[in-house]
């Protein structure tokens, strides 16, 4: 999960994993996987950062099982 802000300044938290493909058109749009759109206010490059860390740190956390 990474935390984005919208447009009008609203925090929320994003489940990283349902990410399709961002766009930089100058904002930054993120297509999930169903299709739907968000828009934000993080530049294309914190987006991708913040999918990335996210992606590396959730195999290092081990599980509860």
Same mark, same amino acid.
């Given at each position: 999960m990474? #935390?984005? %802000?919208?447009?009008?300044g $609203?925090?929320?938290?994003l489940? +990283?994993?349902?990410?399709?493909y @961002? $766009?930089?058109?100058p904002? %930054?749009f993120? =297509?999930? =996987?169903?299709? $739907?759109? @968000?828009?934000? +206010?993080?530049a294309?490059?914190?987006?991708?950062?913040r999918?990335?860390?996210?992606?590396?740190? #959730?195999?290092?956390?081990?599980s509860? $099982?």
């Amino acid at each position: 999960m990474i #935390k984005l %802000t919208r447009i009008g300044g $609203e925090e929320f938290i994003l489940n +990283a994993d349902l990410i399709q493909y @961002v $766009e930089s058109r100058p904002d %930054t749009f993120i =297509t999930l =996987t169903g299709g $739907e759109r @968000v828009v934000v +206010a993080e530049a294309l490059d914190e987006v991708v950062r913040r999918a990335v860390v996210y992606q590396q740190t #959730k195999h290092l956390i081990p599980s509860c $099982e």
